[in-house]
């Protein structure tokens, strides 16, 4: 009995984990200041690095500054030197690489280009490069998976498009550029903290301008896909089948952007799709305590039925949305009934 307990508790989390619910933390995997250049080319993660001092050591007598983590399904990184360096090296495997300029960066020698504070850089797995960067650099990394570029891809109409085929230097709008800054500084925090639909756009802009400028013309997704995205979301959850709802699966199936559906959403009911679904639960779990026997379930049963582990967060929720506390909810089933 215990072991089945367990094992009904473990599926639980891994449907929390699964709904649009759950919002990831950020899991720094790197923090530090290097004072040598071998350092931090040996102790750096998923990068095989070889850098070569041009310069002195700078006054402070750090080389850099480098943070690296994940968050959901992309990780990054955020950099600053304050050397002159020569870079080379091979980046992570499997993963495609966007570097955007920080505030402080204006040019950057390339693989044998000139770049300037607007270009967006592109790294290659298993393709090597080389760099040199003056006493200033800092930059923003966002790594993909290959397969996740293919997703994106197919949301502009291109699903078989080979990434190797486009240019590895791209501009971007200035508006793109500061909202990419402004969306990524938060790796200079003390804790920092994202939101994925904010993650997913921004990485979709990007590769939407990165597409265009290869001569690759993006179109957009037709009103009708989020419809029928939105749709079967509704019928999922008139069916009492909330929990294939897993809303970064749905879109993926119909080649649609959590942001499109976020939009879709907004415009109908005026909320998002994740408040959407979690009120739905809300609503499920007041019903059940409204009919429960207190001396035969507990609001924690209730709750984990319908996907809520946190017990603080829920409560909170719970009291918010009905002015009440579950537990006030489940008491006065017995005087009403």
Known sequence: MMQSGMIEIAKQKVALLDSPLYQ?????????????????????QNWDLQFQPLTALSENGRVAHLLQGAFAEFE??????????????????????FTIPGPTMSRLWWCGKETTFDSILVYYPGVEWRSISGSDFEVYLVSINLADFARYAARFGAPDLDPYRLQTIFKVPDALLKRAQKVLCSLNSPAPQFDTLTL?????????????????????????????????????IDAGEIEDARLPDLCAE???????????????????????????RLAQTRRRLLVANPGEITVADVMADQGFL???QFAMDYKRWFQELPSQTLRSSVTSS
């Open 24 to 44: 990831p933390a950020f899991q720094a995997t790197l923090v530090a200041d290097f004072r040598h250049v071998d350092q931090l080319c040996h102790e750096v």
């Open 76 to 97: 990054l990184s955020y950099a600053r030197f304050h050397q002159n360096l020569d870079q080379r090296g091979a980046p992570p495997p499997g993963k495609l690489t």
């Open 200 to 236: 997913d756009a921004l990485v979709e802009d990007l590769i939407g301008c990165w597409l265009a400028q290869t001569g690759l013309h993006p179109r957009s997704v037709a009103v009708h896909t989020s419809g029928r995205v939105l749709s079967q979301i509704l019928e999922l």
């Open 254 to 280: 119909a080649g649609l952007s959590r942001r499109a559906l976020e939009i879709a959403f907004k415009d109908r009911f005026g909320i998002g799709p994740a408040a959407f679904i979690k009120s739905w």
């Open 310 to 312: 946190h017990v603080g």
